[in-house]
């Protein structure tokens, strides 16, 4: 059976929040004189003296019926990456608990316990990117805090196995089991949100920087029980989601039509872009994928990446990625950007051009880092 109280680290269940002056008086009438705030107004044209509402109440209240939960069910941070520090500080003692990641992963789960001083056991997945359900299972021990499934799974794009996912949160009764939703609005499935109630277990990532196109903002979403959300926010600093961002962010809620406008454009060039990739005689293979950029494997990745960034086109070089070997990772743009890439990837000569051109003559002569990659 789960218990949470289990689960967390013991001084984090009797900690006393920071109680700020909002959490005090909730009211929104009245003479404001708690919170040592400028009363005349601010440097900006616009109004930002007083403090944000340190529980974004509009924004969940605006954001459950979309997501389908409750509002409690909702934490929102400072980007995924503080609910993902936030679950390793509420769970993981440093020097003695560790997490789970299936390799290879979005790169913060690891970055984020290591800070920690956690432990990461690494259970890779298999060469077609899926969970290795009974390696999982084998790697799990009493130090097991944290199981992190990545899904869609960045860098790889594709969804992992619902059932393995399934058998996981079935098994892990020790641990929590967090599923990295950030690019569920490109995939054909639905959220692991609607299994919140099924799994005291489960926890739900997604954010507001793929689909919702506000990464500036930096928003992150997690969906868990109501008992963990509540100590979520009691370890959060007290005002992690500025006014602008909530303003934003409830904006950004009522248009969700342009959100999925966008979604479907995004589905169409990606389509397009994998065909085109496809047909490249220097492409090895094209990941098939249910998020917003692709996987793709070159004949020669690192003379490929060089040769794109002298032509000003920045892709990601995951070639040195576990399960990777001879990929790049290329996230879907515009229909213009993403002829550009093909545009210049068609040009590319054999050799990368800074090799076979005489010392002395043209531009990429200057660049010697260029000639040694040769
Ligand atoms: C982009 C991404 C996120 C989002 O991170 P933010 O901090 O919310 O911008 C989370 N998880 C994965 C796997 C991602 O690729």
Redesign the pocket.
Known sequence: MFSLNNLLRPHILTLMPYSSARDEYTGKEGVFLDANENPLGSTTSGNYNRYPDPHQWAIKQRLAPIKGVRPEHIFLGN???EPIDLLVRATCTPGTDSILIMPPT?GMYEVSASINDVKVTKVPLTADFLVDTDAVLAAITDTTKLIWL?SPN?PSGNLLQPEAIRTILNAAQQSLVIV?E?YIDFADVPSWTSELDNYPNLVV?Q?F??AWGL?AL?L?MCFASEELIRIMNKIKPPYNISAPTQALALEALGNESGKNDMVAQILTERQSLADELRALPTVQVVHPSDANFLLVQFADAKGTFEYLIEQQVIVRDRSNVKLCDGCLRISVGTSTENERLMAVLRQMPDVPPSTNLPLGTGDDATKPELVSNA
């Open positions: 980007g995924s990456d979005y990545c960045n990295d950030a990532l954010t920087s793929k990464a930096r992150g």
